[in-house]
């Protein structure tokens, strides 16, 4: 495509609940939206930084800053680019790979829109709906937790995972497997434990989870590798794997059985799909991991959990999940379980520009 120009924005939108992680609670997801500006037509990005580097090192004003600083400016240099070169063009950069990821996306969605062509289809989908998993933060208490849970079971979710962090762990799983018995069930700890922990993450072993996902932190790939071998429990790595080599080292140390993937996590859905088909050709399992997404991701995640090596329920939950009013003209639903991938050309959504101008709280405009 021209690269013409590219649109940024601040968005706050409000959450239907707090979201209660290890590592802090969320009221209002604020998110950057980018749109590239290409004579053909505009495509649609989302930058799922988070407004502190809590779970991440990236954050909104850091994210704000590199686009319009460094990133934004090598694409418009370059002018005419193919979706496939963008991320040649930013590597030079270091790190910043949501942002780089949402410039990306902004990018394929303007090229696959202009030939007519949907997201599913150019990324190798395999299927036309996939089973929806929820994420459900830390409750009050048990107590609330089980209502939380069954109030997305009653919705149709396929898979619970619940947010765990030390002292807020086995009792939490323990009242969710009382309640609803052998259901789906996974934990996240986003990274609150150490290898001192072990004998508690191992009390986790007889409530037959899917997995543990993200005991440790980030570069813990040895110490999870040790956790690994003592746990029964499978664990699976979201924060550690940046990138295709990175999920190449997990797997060789054995300090995961099962990845989430997550495209901003990783630097885009290009090199998300290179983390599913080495997994795929390893035989581990992988699942699309979410960051409370608008409709933009989330449309994007469904097409890259529709691939062939996505077999376990991802995060990919309904709009309504998170938001009483999405930016995108027909929201994300869950229907008996499933979300069904996008037909239409690129992210096949139509964004609500009202919707889209009301949430917004920041603005800027870069031209070529
Ligand atoms: O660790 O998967 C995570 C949200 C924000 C940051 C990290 C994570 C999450 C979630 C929510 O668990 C997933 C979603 O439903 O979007
Ligand atoms: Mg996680």
Redesign the pocket.
């Known amino acids: 495509v021209s690269l013409d120009g590219v649109e940024l924005r601040v968005l706050h939108l409000p959450l239907v609940s707090p979201?209660t992680?290890s590592?802090g609670t969320?009221t209002v997801r604020e998110v950057i939206v980018a749109r590239a500006l290409t004579p053909d037509g505009d495509g649609w990005g989302e930058i799922?930084t988070?407004p502190a580097p809590l779970?991440s090192s990236e954050y909104t004003q850091g994210a704000w800053d590199v686009a319009q600083r460094w990133l934004i400016p090598a694409l418009l240099e370059r002018g005419t680019l193919a979706p496939e070169e963008a991320a040649t063009v930013l590597e030079p950069f270091i790190g910043h790979r949501m942002v780089k990821a949402g410039l990306e996306l902004a990018v394929l969605d303007a090229s696959l829109r202009s030939e007519g062509r949907p997201l599913g289809e150019y990324l190798g989908a395999v299927r036309d709906r996939i089973p929806s998993g929820?994420?459900v933060?830390i409750q009050r208490d048990p107590a609330a937790l089980v209502d939380a849970v069954g109030g997305y079971l009653d919705e149709g979710y396929v898979r619970i995972?619940i947010?765990i962090k030390p002292g807020r762990d086995v009792a939490d799983t323990a009242a969710v497997r009382d309640a609803f018995g052998a259901i789906p069930l996974q934990v996240?700890a986003?990274s609150a434990y150490t290898l001192a922990d072990v004998d508690t993450l191992a009390e986790l072993d007889r409530f037959d989870l899917l997995l543990i996902?993200?005991p440790l932190q980030e570069d813990d790939l040895v110490d999870h590798a040790a956790l690994a071998r003592h746990l029964r429990t499978p664990v699976c790595l979201?924060?550690s794997v940046t990138s295709r080599k990175a999920a190449a080292d997990a797997l060789a140390l054995a300090a995961a059985s099962v990845i989430?993937i997550?495209a901003g996590r990783v630097g885009g859905y290009l090199e998300a799909v290179r983390i599913h088909d080495l997994c795929r050709d390893a035989g581990v399992p992988v699942w699309c991991?979410?960051?409370?997404?608008t409709g933009i991701g989330r449309a994007a995640n469904a097409a890259l959990a529709a691939l062939e090596g996505f077999t376990l329920p991802g995060?990919?939950?309904a709009s309504s999940?998170?938001y009483t009013r999405d930016i995108v003209t027909d929201p994300i639903v869950v229907e008996d379980g499933h979300v069904r991938v996008p037909t239409g050309p690129g992210l096949g959504i139509e964004i609500d520009r009202v919707a889209l101008d009301d949430v917004t709280v920041e603005r800027v405009e870069l031209r070529r």
């Open positions: 979201f992680t590592f969320e799922v988070m779970y929820v994420s933060g995972k947010k996240d986003n996902e993200q979201d924060e989430n997550k991991g979410g960051m409370l997404e995060d990919v939950s999940r998170f």
